[in-house]
């Protein structure tokens, strides 16, 4: 689709309600790492008052408080264009409280149950313990064929994973999915979902370069100089295996 | 909860034996050298007598400060201002949850006026224990999301807090969440004083409405929440006042928002008959606070040392520092005082710092030097401020850090 014009259009849904903990970050780590092998990034802030293209590569969605998570799965369901770019083969990474969005249900502010996207095969619900709060560690799923997942969570919720949907991680620190069975976020086809900030792919920056070649049908990127990014996660992993 | 009608005396035995044990408490913590004993000699105190803090108001005036930043120096700029009524008592050190509270104003028992920041979770708590006549409300932005929460809560807590309050409330016309806290209030003073960061309140803290924001001015197109009309305002280097009169500010402290606390400062001092004029030529007495705004000498270099906690801090602080091409030194750490997730450094614009030299430190340099990179800004990773000091190029070097780094840095310099 767009390796022909050279050009990757890439849409942040929603910065006024999803983008309180910094996942902007994951928008700007796609856009420099696609700047970097030469492509033209044409990328759009669509807030909960405007339609959502269906004509986007990549779509990006953040985490948020409560109420404007359940504000923003009102806005997406009534608006639709999220579902038709799936439909139209477009890459969605979403995170935290955008996970559970895209899932089957999660439970809002108000306490309910309140239906998500359906985009993954997910079921959110409310922990009942502390907040997961802190680093974490984890192994993405092989089929990927990334290395170690390192981000940073703070939720309180707890997702389940159906037949529909892959463990996108699983973890060796910290509590991820929060379902006690080791799974981090989920996956099918090319719809994502994590609770790791960091930003995610700012610590994961071949994550970004994953998400790059869903949408440019490609396997390989030319490279980068990613030491910084190296030393960073190299930081963390270790800070993770600390004792708190 | 206020006071004990009847007793000349405001303070009970048990009170005073309270205030006793806390300095003793303190005055250790001093000798061992564990900082200045404020905390522990507060903490001590109220362990002995949980209902002192309102006792040792209710002989005093006081003042309440709450914002997510400008609330240190605020407090400092409204102290000055009353000293022109009476003496005044204040946690001047920014000693500011209730422990530090008690311990400030236990030091203070000839003062008429209390001016008291309030730790942002502690604003209603405090505020139902200590009567206050005055409550200054800044602003309310995210930070340290990691164990603070959420800041449309937040709010949510202050408006409940104020609903039963006979203050005064001076709040910011120009913040949403500060208008949606404040407005349940019977008594608001609205000060259009100005937020430059805008992206806590995108939208309506009433409705959930995406919120329309034309030049200065904002509404929500559903409900019709809207930005009340103030009746003072910070113009330029002028304070407006409610006749309309102009005053003009001269501030040592640099920087837009700091005008910004020195609008809301005089609104405040207006509620006890200090004049605006009177106030803000008092203001002028305050230089750095806590060290903050501080320039300092290292290694034959001056340096300004600032401290910006989380983006909208970040933001204001971009807006005053010397123009290209003077250094910058940036230090983050995540210790526990700063929020232990450094997520928020992507929503900080580093691309304002382009064309300045830039120096890294800090537990958390790494963060900073991908955020930089993806940035596309040129920058170097320092193992120490001495060796950024050694290299950055000459002019004035504009220390830029978050709370335990700023802590760090002073030591470092001597500060």
Redesign the interface.
């Known amino acids: 689709m767009s390796m022909s014009d050279n050009s990757l259009r890439l849409v942040w849904v929603y910065?006024?309600?999803l983008?309180?903990?910094?996942?902007?970050?994951n928008a700007?780590?796609v856009e420099?790492r696609a700047q970097q092998r030469g492509l033209q990034v044409e990328r759009y802030d669509v807030?909960?008052?405007q339609p959502v293209p269906t004509s986007g590569d990549i779509y990006l969605i953040g985490g948020g408080?409560?109420?404007?998570q359940r504000?923003a799965s009102e806005r997406l369901r009534r608006d639709g264009g999220l579902q038709r770019a799936v439909g139209n083969g477009a890459i969605v990474f979403s995170v935290c409280a955008g996970y559970q969005i895209l899932g089957n249900e999660f439970i809002n502010d108000l306490g309910q149950r309140e239906p998500g996207l359906g985009l993954l095969d997910v079921v959110s619900t409310r922990g009942e313990g502390e907040r997961c709060?802190?680093d974490v560690l984890g192994d993405i799923d092989p089929q990927l064929g990334l290395p170690e997942l390192t981000g940073?969570e703070?939720h309180q919720g707890i997702t389940h994973i159906g037949p529909g949907s892959r463990p996108f991680a699983r973890v060796r620190l910290g509590k991820g999915n929060g379902t006690g069975d080791g799974t981090e976020g989920a996956y099918n086809g090319t719809v994502f979902g994590t609770y790791m900030?960091?930003?995610v792919l700012?610590r994961n920056p071949l994550i970004a370069d994953l998400l790059l070649k869903l949408a440019l049908d490609v396997n390989a990127l030319p490279p980068t100089d990613d030491r910084?990014?190296e030393?960073?996660r190299g930081?963390r992993i270790a800070a993770a295996q600390q004792p708190a | 909860m206020a006071g004990h009608p009847g007793s000349a005396d405001p303070l009970s035995p048990r009170a005073k034996l309270a205030v006793t044990a806390g300095k003793a408490a303190a005055a250790v913590s001093r000798a061992a050298g564990r900082g200045s004993g404020s905390v522990i000699g507060g903490k001590v105190a109220l362990r002995l007598d949980p209902e002192l803090l309102g006792r040792l108001a209710t002989h005093l005036d006081v003042v309440l400060v709450s914002a997510t930043n400008g609330k240190t120096t605020t407090t400092r700029l409204i102290a000055e201002a009353l000293g022109a009524a009476g003496p005044v008592v204040s946690n001047a050190l920014g000693a500011n949850m209730p422990a530090g509270i008690t311990s400030a104003l236990a030091g203070g028992s000839e003062a008429r006026f209390g001016v008291i920041e309030v730790d942002e979770k502690y604003l209603a708590g405090v505020a139902r224990d200590v009567d206050p006549k005055a409550i200054a409300l800044l602003n309310l932005s995210r930070d340290q999301l990691d164990r603070a929460g959420e800041t449309r809560m937040l709010a949510e807590k202050w408006r409940e807090g104020l609903a039963g309050s006979k203050a005064v409330v001076i709040a910011n016309a120009d913040d949403p969440l500060v208008v949606w806290a404040a407005s349940s209030s019977p008594n608001v003073v609205w000060v259009a004083a100005g937020q430059e960061w805008k992206d806590d309140a995108w939208s309506c803290p009433a409705c959930g409405g995406v919120m329309q924001r034309p030049g200065d001015d904002w509404f929500c197109g559903e409900c019709g929440f809207r930005r009340p009309a103030p009746s003072w305002a910070l113009s330029g280097d002028y304070v407006l006042d409610p006749h309309g009169s102009a005053w003009p500010i001269h501030l040592q402290l640099p920087g837009r928002a700091n005008k910004a606390n020195a609008a809301s400062s005089a609104a405040v001092a207006a509620v006890f008959g200090v004049p605006p004029q009177v106030a803000l030529e008092r203001m002028y007495q305050v230089q750095a606070v806590a060290g903050r705004y501080d320039v300092v000498q290292f290694q034959g270099r001056d340096l300004r040392l600032l401290l910006a906690k989380n983006p909208a801090g970040w933001l204001e602080t971009f807006s005053l520092i010397d123009p290209a091409p003077a250094p910058v030194v940036l230090s983050v750490n995540a210790r526990g005082a700063d929020g232990t997730d450094t997520s928020w450094l992507w929503d900080v614009d580093y691309t304002r710092l382009a064309g300045r030299p830039i120096f890294v430190l800090g537990d958390r340099k790494l963060d900073l030097a991908v955020r930089l990179e993806v940035a596309g800004l040129d920058f170097r990773v320092c193992e120490t401020l001495d060796e950024a000091v050694q290299i950055a190029p000459p002019g004035r070097i504009e220390t830029i850090a978050n709370y335990t780094a700023f802590q760090d840095l002073r030591r470092r310099v001597g500060n």
């Open positions: 910065p006024d309600l983008s309180t903990y910094g996942d902007q970050g700007l780590v420099r807030r909960s008052d408080e409560d109420r404007p504000l709060v802190g940073f703070n900030h960091g930003p700012a910084w990014y030393a960073l930081e």
